[in-house]
């Protein structure tokens, strides 16, 4: 028996599936998230953070972002789009995060890794709900400025507010993205947008009509 799944063995053991309840090392916390069924938890300095399910409408608004993200990244070959069941490891800051939407450009595949994105992501895209809005626009935001994630983008259904920062020059902290025509522009990902109506304006949009204007198909 290997030494994790011997490791695997013990946390079954000692505690089943269920959290148990105090603080981990990061070591712990990767043995611990695997065992048994898929347990959606963040790991922050020690402490296991566990994340609520999803509702219907956040699910939705996640899945749409990530598909036109992915058919636009895919198509014009920038890199890889993923999220958001995939850990995202902040080493420098001790976090283990899990976005609901991030990109990773082709120049830095070498982060992507079988289990996790071992590095700070090219860009990342939270969507709030109601449990997470403090955990969304300070925390997250706080803990990816300081990773280095070049572009965040915080898209809160609730309040119809759709922000993107980047980072400043030689990484000197995030700088709003300033919208133009109510549509936010990515300098990351090379000529890709939302519009704030696409989010906002009632039923999401088809995806393939909103690819299609970003230059993508017929």
Known sequence: ???????????????????????MTEEEFDAWIWVGEKTRAEWVDGEVVMMAPASVGHDDLVGWVRSVLAI?????ELGSVHGPEVLVRLASIRRKRLPDVMFVSKV??????????????????EVVSPDSAERDWVRK????????????????????????????????????VKAKGRRVTSSVV??????????????LPSVLRVVRELGVGD
């Open 190 to 203: 090379s000529g890709f947008y939302l519009r704030h109506a696409w989010l906002f304006g009632g039923e």
């Open 1 to 23: 028996m290997s030494t994790v799944d011997a490791r695997v063995s013990d946390f079954e053991e000692m505690y089943g599936t269920v959290h148990p309840g105090r603080r």
């Open 141 to 176: 935001y706080e803990d990816y400025e300081r990773a280095g994630v070049r572009e965040h983008w915080i898209i809160d259904p609730q309040e119809r507010r759709m922000e993107a920062y980047r980072l400043g020059a030689a990484g000197k902290g995030y700088r709003a």
């Open 108 to 125: 830095r595949r070498g982060v992507v890794k079988e289990t996790q994105i071992d590095g700070a992501p090219d860009l990342i895209v």
């Open 72 to 76: 636009y990244v895919r198509a014009k």
